[in-house]
């Protein structure tokens, strides 16, 4: 699945590192690390055209839509607009550059525990069959 990083509406693919195998000059299989861009992220942006640009969408101060609502609010940007609604460029730019430093690895999320739920009731027609308790338990 690919994975990407979304700066001000501009996005661009995130880091991974990831153990893989490839063929030497030889013909014989060795493992190496790969660290760089997302393969999927960037497979993808070359199905859509986009390999030479390196990124997808738009800053959001050029977004049309946007740039209509703030009008239509009567602000004169879309900075002012953006800036009431309580977005901090500062801010988002620190987790931005928090995220591009980050490298993803596909790793097998750690299994918990699962939900037990309580399952059955009382046969009110014949009072025979009651359940009570969880499922595949036996009845009273």
């Known amino acids: 699945m690919p994975k990407f990083i979304s ?10 590192k990831v153990a893989l195998v490839r ?7 060795e493992p190496f690390i790969y660290e760089g861009p997302d393969r999927a992220a960037m497979e993808m942006l070359k199905d859509m055209d986009l390999a030479e640009v390196g990124y997808m969408g738009q800053h959001f ?25 309580g977005y901090k ?11 591009k430093k980050t490298y993803h690895t596909h790793e097998a999320p750690k299994k918990v525990q699962g939900t ?7 046969n009110t027609a014949t009072g025979q069959g009651n359940k009570l308790g969880g499922f595949g338990e036996p009845g009273e």
């Open 7 to 16: 700066d001000e509406g501009v996005w661009v693919p995130a880091k991974e």
């Open 116 to 122: 037990t739920f309580s399952g059955g009731g009382v």
């Open 89 to 99: 460029s500062e801010k988002a730019k620190e987790l931005v550059e928090k995220y």
């Open 23 to 29: 063929v030497n000059e030889d013909g014989n299989e």
């Open 61 to 85: 101060t050029e977004n049309v839509d946007l740039f209509e609502l703030a009008r239509a609010k009567g602000y004169d940007n879309v900075e002012e607009y953006v800036k009431r609604l």
